[in-house]
């Protein structure tokens, strides 16, 4: 990709972080199967395992025993995207993923409190046909981060409580893109057009509040800082050019991604012994992520020197509201369900056709005695349809249509140790 005089990446790589179905922008949302039953209500309140670790650390307070929970959350998105222009469509373009999650929470003493979370805030992947014509703004995406995230908590009163941490986050990336319809002499329209790879780490960190109006009715807030991630050393590849320059080229350069803030209040009411409602109102600073720019020595792009591609991107912050109820059928088995609504967060592109999502969730818990418990949820996440345009690197405009729909399935183990 970093030939001299070399203008096709300006967007065959603006896709360095694809979609994801089933959240804004390349958000992940699921961190718990407890908390996908009941579509991620109450988060930074509930509290009823180890996992609220990574919505709220202030509710390890809430625990008198130490905790584990372990989850396993399986992600298979059906996503359609048509090119009306040259009457191709690409079905499911999203492969499913698995998303696994790990928390310990362990009291000092009757005030403090500490934690250990393992788990994703952010991550994508996709996978378009080799040979579509769009072929240099499409293609296979990859991005990985795990965030590893150590918590202390304090319980100042009987009301008040605080928390706050520190995150360690590992990022991958990996990415292909394909010549399409670009005039390169002795192409093929499968021929790879360009790669990139690289991976870094990355630390940010993380605060909460939880006020106990009473034993019944509490409420919770949380802050996850920005992150800036940084490809100092990512390794780019050029295999093919339609200006001057060797295919097949390679060196390195820098690319800065942001991983926005994310703020979360949520509220938990147990209403009689069965019932209880939750809900939580949470928002994301996407104006945050203005633009993908890489840059290297050995590049000279139309956007100037030393600069080997720069897309701009159109995002607002967004919302995303979310409400449920848990009901207590007997001593061994609750159940819970939930419905979300996510704001759209940027203007789609064939890279990110973000969309308005609607979630439909549903779960229980089984407790197999006073110490361990398993969980299970299910959400049908359904995006709205929607049409856009993009121009491909030589600036024609194409029109295309997409469509999706997301099942996301997940397990979960818990324990208390007496």
Not at 57 to 81: K, R
Not at 122 to 143: C, E, K, Q, W
Not at 379 to 401: I, M, P, R
Request: aromatic share 12%; net charge negative; hydrophobic share 40%.
């Amino acid at each position: 990709m970093l030939n001299k005089n070399k203008a096709i990446p300006l967007t065959a790589l603006a896709a360095l972080i694809s979609f994801n179905v089933h959240s804004a922008g390349f958000q992940v949302a699921e961190h718990s199967a407890s908390g996908l039953g009941r579509a991620f209500s109450g988060e930074a309140a509930v509290a009823d395992n180890a996992s609220v670790l990574a919505r709220n650390p202030a509710a390890m307070t809430l625990f008198d025993t130490a905790q584990f929970s372990g989850a396993l959350s399986i992600i298979d998105p059906v996503v359609d995207v048509k090119d009306t222009t040259n009457n191709q469509s690409s079905n499911d373009v999203a492969p499913m993923q698995i998303v696994p999650a790990a928390y310990y929470i362990s009291p000092i003493n009757d005030k403090f409190s500490w934690g250990l979370g393992l788990f994703t805030t952010y991550g994508v992947a996709t996978d378009y046909p080799d040979d579509i014509a769009a072929g240099d703004m499409a293609g296979d995406t990859s991005l990985v981060s795990v965030n590893l995230n150590p918590n202390v908590a304090y319980r100042f009163n009987e009301q008040w409580s605080f928390g706050a941490g520190f995150n360690i986050v590992y990022a991958h990336a990996e990415l292909n893109r394909h010549v399409g319809v670009l005039p390169i002499t002795g192409s093929n329209p499968s021929d790879k057009l360009i790669s990139m790879e690289g991976d870094t780490f990355a630390y940010g960190w993380n605060v909460g509040v939880l006020y106990e109006l009473d034993q019944d009715n509490r409420f919770g807030f949380g802050y996850r800082s920005s992150v800036e991630i940084d490809f100092d050393d990512g390794k780019f590849t050029d295999h093919k050019t339609t200006i001057t320059g060797t295919p097949g080229t390679s060196t390195t350069g820098k690319l800065a991604v942001t991983l926005p803030d994310i703020m979360e209040f949520s509220g938990f009411h147990q209403i009689n012994e069965q019932w209880a409602t939750h809900y939580s109102l949470q928002w994301t600073q996407w104006s945050d992520f203005k633009e993908l720019r890489a840059t290297g020595s050995g590049c000279n792009s139309t956007s100037g020197a030393g600069i080997c591609f720069l897309k701009e991107e159109k995002y607002e912050d967004n919302k995303r509201w979310s409400i449920g109820a848990t009901y207590a059928y007997s001593a061994a088995l609750t159940l819970r369900a939930g419905l979300a609504y996510d704001e759209q967060a940027g203007e789609a592109t064939l890279s990110i056709p973000d969309s308005d999502r609607f979630w439909y969730a549903t779960g229980a818990t089984y407790a197999f005695s006073d110490n361990t418990s398993i969980d299970a949820g299910f959400s049908l996440v359904q995006s709205k349809d929607g049409s856009f345009e993009e121009k491909n690197s030589l600036g024609n405009t194409f029109t295309f249509d997409s469509e999706g729909v997301a099942y996301i399935a997940a397990i979960q183990i818990n324990h208390s140790f007496n």
